[in-house]
């Protein structure tokens, strides 16, 4: 096959133009556009596919009853109280949603230095997970396994003498884990960060007879400037200090690999890349470089920015926000925690 190209020189000199037509002949084997042309080839050549079942809903839990408050750093995002929580839930199960991580929203008055109320039979986040699994028995549901939401402190881990300390941490964690798990989690998600837990909590869960109960581990945390939206909804923040002692540096990629190969060998179930759009380049490297699934936190200021931007009319929030999930998957996340995820099994229900 011949093609030929015309070149078109327009020459302007105030008072004629001419135009010069020079030829070549070329013979093109490969014409990527052929597989562009139309719907059903793009459909059959597509290379990425994103579905509901992909995705997990991050909720937020606080106690009381028909409470649902919006976020105001992340709208259209709400904190529910128990009753409302569970509407929610019914709702996204309708969508095709079956995969939920809740986050609990505790009083100050709840909190103390060892993070107590987090395995108290009396906690409305346990009692809530219960009933979501009376009722939806068929649902995915994952708990947080840290101490900043029960902590006086704000920190993940246990504080003493000014110092996150790491082992003395440990068996707080593993006495959360086998609360939740009695609870009814489907998989415990433990972001705190602290050396060796996932195999402490591992051990815990075993002994307690939780063997099917899974580990989805927080593995690559990074110390990331984009979660000020989720702190702002569980009013966590650390009253003193920074986490950058736990949680990892945002220059770094290949110690990703060390976190992963631990928890691996601690048993996780699944590992976690979080935050997801800016570290992409990481969430590629587990994908390859190791066996588990690999999960993506989109996380709450990631999403907040595509919101305030389609909002203030300078993206087309329809086409951003699957274009930045899929940009997720395509980097090799299997699952993607997003709080798209309600708005994205409305809009695309057969997916993309």
Request: hydrophobic share 40%.
């Amino acid at each position: 096959m011949q093609c030929t190209f015309v070149l078109l020189c327009v020459l302007h000199d105030g008072s004629n133009i001419s135009s010069v037509q020079q030829t070549s002949e070329f013979s093109f084997l490969r014409r990527p556009r052929r597989n562009r042309q139309s719907a059903a080839i793009r459909g059959m050549a597509v290379e990425t596919h994103l579905s509901a079942q992909h995705l997990v809903f991050p909720l937020f839990l606080l106690d009381g009853s028909g409470i649902r408050s919006e976020i105001k750093s992340m709208p259209g995002i709400y904190r529910f109280s128990p009753d409302e929580l569970l509407r929610e839930v019914g709702e996204c199960m309708e969508l095709g949603i079956t995969n939920f991580v809740v986050f609990p929203a505790v009083a100050d008055a709840l909190k103390d230095k060892t993070a107590t109320f987090s395995y108290h039979s009396d906690n409305f986040y346990l009692k809530t997970a219960r009933e979501i699994k009376k009722r939806f028995p068929e649902c995915c549901l994952i708990s947080d396994v840290a101490m900043d939401p029960y902590s006086s402190d704000g920190h993940d881990g246990l504080v003493e003498n000014g110092e996150i300390v790491n082992d003395p941490t440990l068996p707080i964690l593993a006495r959360m884990s086998v609360a939740q798990a009695e609870a009814g989690f489907d998989m415990l998600g433990p972001s705190d960060m602290m050396d060796g837990r996932v195999g402490v909590m591992r051990r815990a869960l075993d002994e307690a007879g939780f063997q099917k109960t899974g580990i989805l581990s927080y593995t690559a945390k990074y110390a990331s400037a984009f979660y000020g939206p989720f702190r702002d909804a569980l009013d966590s923040a650390p009253k003193s200090g920074d986490k950058k002692t736990y949680q990892m540096n945002p220059a770094n990629r290949r110690e990703a690999l060390i976190e992963a190969e631990l928890d691996t060998l601690e048993g996780a179930d699944m590992l976690m890349v979080k935050p997801a759009l800016h570290y992409l380049d990481v969430i590629q490297l587990l994908k390859e470089k190791q066996p588990l699934p690999v999960a993506a936190y989109h996380v709450s200021g990631e999403c907040a920015m595509l919101i305030a931007a389609a909002q203030n009319g300078w993206l087309d929030f329809d086409r951003a926000m699957p274009e930045a999930l899929l940009s997720i998957r395509r980097a090799g996340a299997d699952v993607i925690l997003t709080y798209f995820a309600k708005e994205f099994a409305r809009r695309f229900p057969k997916g993309v």
